[in-house]
């Protein structure tokens, strides 16, 4: 059989719908059935104008609609701010037959040259102040706002529990999978379950709920145990493409599996919940058709008889997307029914395809030059074009330049080579909360664990641990610090500190905290194999890992669990006290000295000027940071500031680290901040590197051979001098290491630094 691939779908068996557009809504990201056969279109905008989210209802037997509300006419949205312009992938039914809903955002901000959400995030005028939960009655247009769940989260996906109390909802931002209790309103954060964005949701028969990562990584949830669970089943790309994998379509088949497919260059696989077997029936392009670069799906509906119809789009050269059919059940492979372009509308991706109770299927064109629209198609009617059928109107499009910006949008920490080290795809997510790296020689070492010490070897560009051990199985680590060359000393869950040989892969010493201490911060290690340790209540004491005794030092104490004492010799150390207040103190002598200046501060919240880092540069002068995440520097006679302010309107400086004697590399951020590293030196002042994100939406990340990676909290910082080598670690679940070599840090002189110099201050 001759497979004519240029044809399109007869249009005597469609009919077309075009869907409101006047405003510039360019796509439909939610498009459902409800259980009494209503269905429901939410219209959305992306890209280029600041729109917001409509939802219509659609009659299908006539294609006509009605218009539900405009979110803007039911939540207050700043004019400055970037609007809610998206429904996406979070419609569902509440037993009442009222929906349930949440906003998402790719909108740009009127002000803004392009969508940017992360560059924004924490821009209270100009960001997305977060994702609304509304629940809305069909019969009467009535929408009940919830509110926002999580502060300046977008929401990705959502999908009632079994218990119609529960929402549960992924978040774009962080990656997170969160559950709204929608009686109590309390907000359960389940952690990271993805690098960022996945949107997809699927249940099975029991209620439990499936999802999966950017990376094709698939997980459940099983409300029983309120737990989530790693499959340890992952996506397969026939051409091993890292692009988007994540799972994005599911249906139940009627023997009680899951069909689940991903994104790019997508196979179907077949997943057994209760045996969780996987059969994979292949990918889901045409077998006589191997595209050469990514495929993507768009949509996936199955009829009656369980016959699967779903989108398919290629990239080799331009081609609308084209309907395809696959018989999975009787072992048939997927059939081209043509292109979907009517009168020349040429579609370049359907983002949803439903069945109505009359077997017509109707599908969603998004994102293209005559979007958004509906084709309803009577596929009773449709076979593979053969060769006398007449080619389609093709109409080439080419989507405009959204990229106003261009690289300055950038990101991502720049350098000649970047590599990720997934550990959530060699362990448990658990165990994957990377508290320490160190790097030396060539390899880098991340210590992690939640019920042990677990303890990952890895070299500075492979995608695979080379080693995975447990080092120490009567605790967890609680804190961690380098404690020299091939050593890292921890504090552990059962009331120890351990010393781990890192090349041997041991504990070299062990010893017992008091009965009474209850420590809570390692800070750093002092002469004579001595460590400088803190406890709840703030309280200093000096630990001899040598003869194991414990020393309370007096005169000294930490004003918060986030003060961080900054070394200046073996004796002498400089950290905060009452609100703005330094101090130097003498660990031989036990005798405190305030500094006649202050830590800088913002008026009003001198409460905030805690030091949370430091380091001192060769030349003796001493580079801090604090909690407001002021940046300033100490000069080495201890008389004189300069202030080279914030990076961020929020977030803490920490885990200052040397480059060299005149530089420093820092993180900005706490655990709910987008984490940065920073760094600073004398000649080019306080400069913000990135994020440790290897997302490959621009030019620079796009073809580079390695694994996503996006770290929202950074746990931990090393750098390697001599190979060049920048070690970001991740502290949060589903963890990561990524490695840098040869990081573009600034030279020469920076233009338009200000700085304040302060006496006395």
């Known amino acids: 059989m001759k497979h004519n691939l240029l044809a399109g779908i007869p249009e005597a068996n469609t009919r077309y719908t075009q869907l409101p557009n006047e405003k510039g809504h360019n796509a439909v990201w939610d498009f459902v059935r409800s259980p009494d056969d209503r269905f429901y279109i939410s219209v959305c905008g992306e890209n280029e104008k600041p729109l917001t989210a409509l939802l219509y209802e659609y009659y299908p037997k006539t294609g006509e609609l009605r218009l539900i509300f405009d979110v803007a006419d039911v939540w207050i949205i700043d004019p400055a701010h970037m609007p809610p312009s998206k429904i996406h992938t979070s419609i569902d039914f509440l037993p009442d037959g009222r929906l349930i809903m949440a906003t998402h955002n790719t909108a740009p901000a009127p002000g803004h040259k392009q969508w940017m959400f992360e560059q924004h995030y924490e821009d209270p005028w100009e960001g997305y102040p977060g994702s609304i939960v509304m629940i809305v009655n069909p019969d009467t247009n009535e929408v009940q706002v919830r509110g926002i769940p999580v502060p300046r989260e977008s929401i990705y996906g959502g999908m009632l529990g079994n218990h119609p109390g529960y929402y549960y909802f992924l978040g774009y931002m962080r990656g997170h999978f969160y559950r709204l209790d929608l009686e109590t309103n ?69 023997r009680g599996t899951l069909f689940m497919v991903d994104n790019m260059d997508g196979e179907m696989i077949e997943l057994h919940p209760e045996t969780l077997e996987v059969t994979r029936h292949g990918p889901v392009h045409l077998r006589h058709q191997i595209p050469k670069n990514p495929y993507g799906i768009g949509g996936l509906a199955a009829d009656g008889n369980f016959v699967l119809y779903y989108g398919l789009k290629t990239y080799d050269e331009y081609c609308p997307i084209r309907l395809v ?6 072992g048939g492979e997927p059939e081209n029914l043509g292109l979907i372009t ?20 109707h599908m969603v064109d998004v994102c293209g030059e005559f979007s958004p629209y509906v084709l309803a198609v009577d596929v009773n009617k449709l076979q593979p074009p053969g060769e006398d059928a007449p080619d389609a109107q093709i109409r080439p499009y080419t989507e405009p330049d959204y990229n106003g910006v261009g690289s300055p949008a950038f990101m991502h920490i720049a350098a000649e080579t970047v590599r990720t080290l997934p550990l959530h795809q060699y362990m448990d997510w658990k165990d994957t909360v990377v508290k320490h790296v160190h790097a030396m020689d060539g390899k880098v070492y991340a210590i992690s664990g939640k019920e042990s010490v677990y303890l990952i070897e890895s070299d500075y560009s492979g995608e695979e641990p080379k080693e995975i051990a447990v080092v120490y199985d009567e605790g967890a680590p609680v804190s961690c610090v380098d404690a020299g060359k091939n050593k890292a000393a921890l504090l552990t869950t059962d009331g120890s500190i351990v010393l781990i040989e890192l090349e041997r892969k041991r504990v070299g010493h062990r010893l017992k905290v008091p009965r009474g201490i209850e420590l809570v911060r390692l800070h750093f290690m002092l002469d004579g194999n001595k460590l400088l340790t803190s406890d709840y209540d703030g309280a200093v004491y000096v630990c001899d890992l040598g003869s194991s005794g414990f020393r309370m030092l007096q005169n000294i104490r930490m004003e918060t669990n986030d003060a961080e004492p900054v070394k200046l010799s073996d004796h002498r150390v400089l950290l905060s006290a009452k609100n703005d207040e330094m101090r130097i103190y003498d660990i031989s002598e036990m005798r405190s000295e305030t500094l006649a200046i202050r830590t800088p501060s913002i008026r009003g919240r001198a409460f905030r000027a805690t030091i949370t880092g430091g380091a001192v540069l060769g030349d003796g002068t001493i580079v801090l940071g ?76 796009r073809d580079m051979d390695t694994e996503w990676a996006n ?45 304040v110099e302060r006496d006395g201050y």
């Open 711 to 755: 770290i929202h909290y950074i746990s931990s910082l090393a750098y390697v001098q001599e190979d060049e080598c920048l070690c970001v670690a991740s502290g949060e679940e589903y963890g990561c290491v990524v490695r840098y070599r040869e990081v573009a840090f600034p030279t020469g002189k920076a233009v338009g630094a200000e700085k």
């Open 186 to 254: 309390e907000v359960k954060d389940y952690g990271k379950v993805s690098e960022y964005s996945s949107c997809r949701l699927a249940k099975d028969d029991k209620g439990r709920l499936y999802g999966s990562s950017f990376t094709g990584g698939i997980w459940r949830y099983d409300p029983e145990r309120d737990a989530i669970e790693d499959l340890k089943i992952r996506f397969m790309s026939p051409n091993g493409t890292k692009q988007r994998r994540q799972f994005i379509f599911a249906l139940r088949s009627p």
């Open 626 to 701: 604090t909690y407001d995440g002021m940046l300033f520097t100490l000069s080495s006679d201890l008389r004189r500031t300069t202030v080279y302010g914030r990076l961020h309107s929020s977030g803490q400086l920490r885990n200052f680290i040397k480059r060299n004697h005149d530089e420093v590399i820092g993180v900005h951020g706490g655990t709910k901040d987008a984490g940065h590293v920073f760094h600073f030196s004398r000649e080019c002042g306080f400069v913000d590197l990135g994020r440790p994100r290897v997302v490959k939406d621009n030019n620079e990340l």
């Open 342 to 361: 009517p009168g020349g509308k040429d579609s370049q991706y359907i983002c949803e395809m439903l069945f109505d109770r009359d077997g017509w299927l």
């Open 325 to 330: 059919r696959w018989d999975i059940l009787s």
